[in-house]
């Protein structure tokens, strides 16, 4: 198994990272031009995590988006589905309370973190809305979601030159820098057949999560959603 479909068998999709999992890191800066790097350091931001302060960061791969929140003194747990990115992951930042877990089935008890965050990851889910349902039963009330995925760029013409960009660019940029080009071709097909900005926070509201707002990075690129559990 090479590349993962979109109806997102999760048996296919993981072991479609474990595949990636050696240069994952290297092949996303350079597909998104160094981008990655300040997206990551607007989530920081979007989670403001706090000293003690448990944080469950989703998708974590090998564990780069979880290194801001464990450097405010945040408790962080990497959690990811794909045994590969969490051994690559193990090995680097050893450290780190590595846990698998799939995200619509998560091995937490109710209501334990202050913030629970996913990059990137959650178009990669199976089953989304179960997973924003369970993403809020393990936050404590109160607590908030941060949620940071590709979107669709605001301006048309912008949108059109991006879209080429992902089917025609990537594949062949991944060729020369990932260890598994093909599994890009299926990042691109979910970045494009992901739902919109607003059609993503009707789906937290309908998962429980209240006062959901979003912002655009990078003209819409990418998109910051942010809800809260009710106290």
Not at 32 to 42: A, H, M, N, T, V
Not at 185 to 196: G, K, N, Q, T
Request: net charge positive; aromatic share 10%.
């Amino acid at each position: 198994m090479t590349r993962a479909s979109l109806d997102k068998q999760p048996h296919e999709v993981a072991s479609m990272f474990d595949d990636v999992a050696e240069r994952y890191d290297l092949t996303n800066d350079v597909l998104s031009l160094g981008q990655d790097r300040r997206w990551r350091k607007e989530v920081a931001k979007a989670v403001d995590a706090r000293p003690a302060q448990k944080v469950l960061d989703l998708a974590a791969g090998t564990g780069t988006s979880s290194l801001p929140f464990a450097q405010t003194g945040a408790y962080v747990v990497p959690c990811d589905f794909s045994q590969g990115m969490l051994q690559v992951g193990k090995q680097r930042r050893p450290w780190l309370p590595y846990t698998a877990g799939d995200a619509t089935r998560l091995p937490f008890k109710d209501d334990t973190f202050d913030a629970v965050t996913i990059s990137f990851g959650l178009r990669n889910v199976q089953d989304t809305d179960a997973a924003l349902r369970e993403m809020q039963r393990v936050t404590r009330p109160g607590g908030r979601i941060v949620i940071c995925e590709f979107s669709h760029p605001t301006w048309a013409p912008f949108r059109t030159v991006y879209t080429e960009y992902l089917m025609r660019a990537l594949p062949p940029v991944a060729r020369a820098v990932s260890s598994n080009p093909d599994a890009y071709v299926y990042l691109a097909e979910s970045i494009r057949a992901w739902p919109d900005q607003p059609a993503l926070a009707e789906r937290l509201g309908k998962a429980g999560w209240s006062r959901v707002a979003w912002r655009n990075l990078s003209g819409g690129i990418v998109a910051l959603h942010r809800g809260f559990k009710a106290s």
